[in-house]
């Protein structure tokens, strides 16, 4: 089945659309705090689109994703006890208990690595909030991890995407189904 193709040549014209980094910012913002999808998949095309403002587009990105894992902290903070039978009734329960236990053991370092790795970082912040994460530490640590994450995209699609985009559209399906495996496998490990 043909789907990664159309909605790939959907992302360019998207990403160069006059308004896009309004959207990459909107888009940053809500994910991390109440939003499903990762600013990346905008990130990347408009990158690629692009490249001579990858650097604009990565700090539009960090830095509204930062201002929405502040609202999730404060919803965390002062609404944990109305939100938290939602989270929990929810597909992110086992995250949030995961957030949780991150939280109990590392702290700091829990919020850092939530920012890198491919998780709700909506549910991170919220619980960071909820056990009152000390504010500097929680704005430090989201600094540092989504400056390097969304950095490292927007520089590797400004650098390398160009030569190569001609390959990956004619990979983008298996490109794209790949990533539907590799997400579902590392949902059901989650899940145990």
């Not at 998949?41 to 830095?63: E, K, N, S, Y």
């Not at 236990?101 to 709700?120: E, Y």
């Amino acid at each position: 089945m043909k789907l990664f193709g159309g909605l790939y040549a959907r992302a360019i014209a998207w990403s160069k659309h006059p308004h896009a980094p309004w959207y990459l910012g909107g888009v940053s913002f809500a994910e991390s705090s109440f939003f499903p999808l990762p600013p990346d998949i905008m990130l990347a095309p408009m990158a690629l689109a692009r490249p001579d403002r990858w650097f604009f587009l990565a700090t539009l990105t960090t830095l509204a994703s930062v201002a929405g894992g502040l609202l999730g902290y404060f919803i965390g903070f002062w609404a944990i006890d109305w939100i938290e039978p939602h989270i929990l009734a929810s597909k992110y329960a086992d995250t949030y208990h995961m957030a949780r236990d991150w939280f109990m053991r590392w702290g700091f370092w829990a919020i850092l690595l939530a920012g890198l790795i491919p998780v709700p970082y909506k549910i991170f912040t919220i619980t960071a909030g909820a056990l009152t994460m000390n504010l500097p530490l929680f704005i430090l640590a989201s600094i540092l991890s989504r400056a390097k994450r969304f950095f490292l995209v927007a520089w590797l699609m400004a650098r390398f995407g160009p030569s190569i985009e001609a390959r990956m559209v004619r990979y983008i399906e298996w490109m794209g189904w790949g990533l539907v495996a590799v997400v579902v496998v590392a949902y059901l490990l989650m899940r145990d």
